[in-house]
């Protein structure tokens, strides 16, 4: 996978060949990932066999609900969103 970066001036194009992935129950707000991972876009799921919705967002605040099955792509590193639902489980997929 390829992106371009910089705008069509600089022409930078930079290769994305890792992709990584996970799965977790959430036991209290936390980030997806705890370290960064240079990703550039992630998606969250909330898992099919939760009981309740999750919610996503950034670290101060989770605004965004996600029922159970449903999913969100964020273009951004994994470690900058948070999740919290009591008990219910994320999966997740980046790549960098």
């Known amino acids: 996978?390829?992106?371009r970066k910089g705008g069509a001036k600089q022409g930078v194009v930079e290769n994305y060949d890792r992709i990584?992935?996970?799965t977790f129950a959430i036991i209290y707000t936390r980030a997806v990932s705890a370290a960064r991972l240079g990703?550039?876009?992630t998606l969250i799921q909330a898992d099919p066999d939760n009981t309740n919705s999750v919610f996503?967002?950034?670290a101060a605040q989770q605004p965004i609900e996600l029922p159970?099955?449903?999913s969100i792509t964020i273009p951004t590193d994994p470690s900058l969103i948070y999740v919290t639902g009591n008990g219910e489980r994320v999966n997740w997929i980046a790549v960098r």
Request: net charge positive; no cysteine; glycine share 26%.
């Open 68 to 70: 159970k099955g449903e």
């Open 20 to 22: 990584l992935s996970g």
């Open 39 to 41: 990703a550039f876009q």
């Open 1 to 3: 996978m390829t992106r």
């Open 56 to 58: 996503v967002g950034g």
